[in-house]
């Protein structure tokens, strides 16, 4: 998740609704997202393959409708983190250029093909990392997690002190006061839209779903990582937003949006550091970006594999789910999700607007395939089938969290279709709407026009599939959950 450099990328969206605002909507929404971890880790515990969440959609879901609805929730979930990677390779590239702007006291222009530049070479060397073998790709990571615990502690260190050298921290009365609205929202609905700030931060965490099929015991290892993650996030993140709210130079917050240098997180370290640290740290975010970037080509790679490989992924999927038995990692499926960060990634020569779906669409997506598993299991019919993993808190506690999951997934996904101003024209029109909804009708009329030819739902990898009706990983399951029972 790459915490520091995530919060730099989507600050201006908890700032817009005042001091207070920017705190209590990341507070409020990695509240809410642990229990859509809950729910994921419930799932992972229970049954743990790489092709997750449209493997469980199509397990729990009435007969009638699993195979179609599988094929939507596996195509929204390649779109979320295709498009989760395209927001992180923009931030990357944003932060970079702030970096030189500010080394060059503002003698730089930072545009759209720059940023298009940048975004797309932080993109094809992703796709060459994440092609290296796992072992590789795992001790990268680790020096990735390393990294970020090291720009935290900087931040929360080097930040404060600074400012307090040459500035008055805001007060704790002005903090938790101030609601200024940089929207033409209402108030109340503009605090709302910034809780997609800590929505997309706090994300991807499905990822560890999607390596299960590379880990040891993933039973449990996968609800400690996903859990972990979110709630580490959710308190690192607060005291990160603290000090951004209360390094803000007298509560000056429209001077920090409107930043000569591309980023309010550039400013308020230019604030408090002066022009050298600022350089400095800022190039030591885009490290942390550029690590997280290839975090999740990994992730999403896996996904799209594991979905070609059940014949899911429309129209070249026979070339996508070839794994080369000398590497014995999916390039192909990196490649393809390489190319598809590359064309989405086009957005950014709209503008800012365009800009902003990039990260709206991926808490859009994403979240359609996190909330259906648990929504499934809470209706009668998946709930006969569900039969829980070593992770599970009791009927009561789980189900209540996978219900507040449910209603949490529905929210911010109607949330995330919104533009940030009521008057709508090219430059503040949500893409969101377009491409998300576009690409989930466009999905299903595939599916209906031509895919079910062919995807017939999760298969079996197994060498002795004669016992499993249609050689489908469903029976099998079916199968050890009656043995469970019983």
Not at 408 to 413: A, D, K, R
Request: glycine share 8%; aromatic share 14%.
């Amino acid at each position: 998740m790459s915490l520091l450099p995530s919060i730099a990328s989507i600050l201006p969206i908890l700032l817009s609704s005042g001091l207070l605002g920017a705190w209590l909507s990341w507070f409020l929404a990695s509240f809410f997202i642990l229990f859509i971890g809950m729910g994921l880790s419930f799932h992972a515990s229970a049954i743990p393959t790489s092709g997750g969440l449209y493997y469980y959609t199509n397990y729990y879901s009435p007969e009638s409708i699993r195979v179609p609805l599988s094929f939507l929730i596996g195509c929204a979930n390649t779109l979320g983190l295709a498009a989760g990677t395209c927001a992180i390779n923009y931030g990357f590239a944003v932060e970079v250029l702030s970096a030189i702007f500010i080394q060059r006291d503002g003698d730089f222009e930072i545009t759209d093909g720059a940023l298009y530049g940048l975004f797309a070479a932080c993109v094809v060397t992703n796709i060459i990392i994440a092609s290296v073998a796992t072992k590789q790709a795992a001790r990268l990571q680790a020096f990735a997690v390393y990294l970020n615990i090291f720009l935290i502690v900087i931040f929360l260190i080097a930040v404060p002190i600074g400012y307090s050298k040459n500035y008055e921290f805001n007060s704790r009365e002005l903090i938790f006061s101030d609601l200024q609205n940089f929207r033409e929202w209402p108030i109340g609905w503009s605090v709302c839209i910034s809780l997609q700030g800590a929505a997309w931060v706090i994300g991807a965490f499905d990822s560890v779903i999607h390596c299960s099929e590379e880990c040891n015991n993933p039973q449990r290892a996968m609800a400690w990582g996903i859990l972990g993650s979110i709630g580490a996030c959710g308190v690192l993140g607060v005291a990160i937003v603290t000090v951004c709210v209360a390094c803000i130079v007298d509560g000056d917050i429209q001077r920090v949006l409107e930043s000569s240098t591309g980023s309010a997180m550039a400013q308020i370290i230019y604030d408090s550091l002066g022009k050298h640290w600022a350089v400095a740290f800022m190039a030591m975010i885009a490290v942390g970006q550029y690590f997280m970037s290839t975090s999740i080509v990994i992730a999403v790679s896996r996904q799209s594999w594991s979905f070609a490989r059940d014949d899911g992924l429309p129209i070249i999927y026979n070339w996508v789910k070839y794994v080369d038995p000398r590497v014995k990692v999916p390039v192909r499926a990196t490649i393809f999700v390489g190319g598809l960060c590359l064309a989405l990634g086009l957005l950014v020569f709209i503008g800012p607007a365009g800009a902003n779906a990039l990260f709206s669409l991926g808490i859009c997506s994403n979240n359609l395939a996190w909330m259906m598993p648990s929504l499934l299991i809470l209706l009668p019919y998946g709930r006969k089938k569900f039969v829980p993993g070593p992770f599970w808190f009791g009927k009561p506690l789980s189900y209540t969290a996978m219900t507040i999951a449910c209603l949490w997934g529905v929210f911010i996904m109607g949330l995330s279709l919104f533009p940030d101003n009521i008057a709508v024209d090219k430059e503040t029109m949500n893409y969101t709407v377009v491409i998300n909804v576009g690409m989930w009708i466009l999905s299903l009329a595939y599916y209906f026009i031509y895919g079910h030819k062919i995807y017939s739902g999760p298969k079996s990898n197994l060498e002795d599939e004669g016992d499993y009706a249609e050689s489908s990983d469903v029976a099998m399951i079916e199968e050890i959950a009656t043995e469970k029972k019983v």
